[in-house]
């Protein structure tokens, strides 16, 4: 019974708790068995609150039995990204640094969530600060991707990716700078959303009106995401660019996928892919194209992104100046090689190099937009190379080229975060070595809605070809697995915790 709860999509498991017909104990039971049987084998969480999980799971059925009104969340368990400050819950932003971090209170995203009715049973594995596409560090170790435990999950979200591809929980949260919630999405196979920069409000941009860092939901189909979206879009007094807006957690306008018009572009004209990523994603195409309207290639003229990287490098760097800037001039030896990187190439900007990278990106924005009156929809890969081990710390080198730092193999999502348009990473089948493949849709500015309409006309489509459904990984696989692989997912963490529980 247990397993069959775990299949359930998070909006189906909240209509039936709703219904009266699951109680939310049965569902966290579920969970924790799963959690029992497959955590060793992945590394996906951090800090666990079962016990108050437990609690609040009861409370919640309660509060059926009494008919109280119920949130759009309610008794649905939750993991939060340990880079989201949690209320009595060990915080460590995968850093050394907070191995003693407890919140007294919950960020905004967090707090809405759980007025919503969600139940946070855990955190999730994140890089140091977030800082990477590999999700590995120093106080929890790494975390496997579920298809593969030696292969890295994507990051930075990736515990988060891990924990919905196995089952162990139905919903969680991310954030992306970079990529971070799309990256682990593609490489783990489920979908990862990064919504226009202030329609959820998010505790990560410290530069206020920047719109770089994006706090989202993270889920196994489309409809999953949608109603985590929807429990916690709107303005927050607190973030200079939230502005109003609702989002109706269950509807969709059921587009026909044969109405659609869909721009597609390998590389962007900037950005490093594997020839065998290229090969699959022609492939995909292929299929794809017998389904839509439309599926064309952009030119890269029409693109014209050659000054995206640089941008990129000036946008990331003052976040982290702006982040690290106490620990940094205390003693760099705090901080990890990563996020060093990214404040000394900030501390060495000047003021000419920031205005020429804001007027750069404006012109790249506002280009980019007018693509939009010719297409529903644009796509690309998420992921320019097949899921490396987690022992390698970043991608180095595309078909033998060197890349310039730590973060270029990440630049099909980056320059979209440039751009600031709504994308996700949705489910695409497997690439050519039998791993999850992402499909990178990027959609209007501030049309959340009608990306998510096209997302679910092209999953539906997708579920009916075996060459494009989402992959499911082998839990039997992972659970024989688990001996072999636990001691090397935690290989290098320093010290434990004082406590991975509520204090």
Sequence with gaps: MSETLLELSAVEARRLIGAGELSPVDLLDACLARIEAIEPSVNALAATAFERARDEARRAQEAIARREPLGLLHGLPIGVKDLEETAGLLTTYGSPLYREHVPVADNAFVARLRAAGAIVAAKTNTPEMGAGANTRNAVWGATGNPFDPRLNAGGSSGGSAVALATGMLPLATGSDLGGSLRIPAALCGVVGFRASP???????????WAPNWVSGPMGRCVADVRLQLAAVAGQDAADPLGYPAQLDPHASARLDPAALRIGYTEDFGVCAVDASIRATFRAK???????????????????????????FDVVRAQEFVASLRETYERDPALLGPNTRANYEMGSALTLADVTRADTQRTALYRRFQTLFGRYDAIVSPVSPVTPFAWTTPHCAQIDG????????????TYVVTLLTNPSMSLPCGVDHMGMPFGLQIIGPMRAEARLLDVAQALEAAFARDEALARPVPDLRKLRAMRGDVQADLRAIVTHPPGSAFVK
Aim: net charge neutral; proline share 6%.
């Design 198 to 208: 202030g329609l959820v409000p998010s505790a990560h941009r410290l530069l206020g």
């Design 285 to 311: 195409l292929a299929r794809i194209a017998t389904q839509v309207r439309v599926c064309e290639p952009i030119e890269p003229t029409a693109l014209d992104m050659a000054d995206a990287h640089r941008v």
């Design 401 to 412: 080229v060197a890349l310039e730092n730590y973060y270029r193999w990440v630049a099909l």
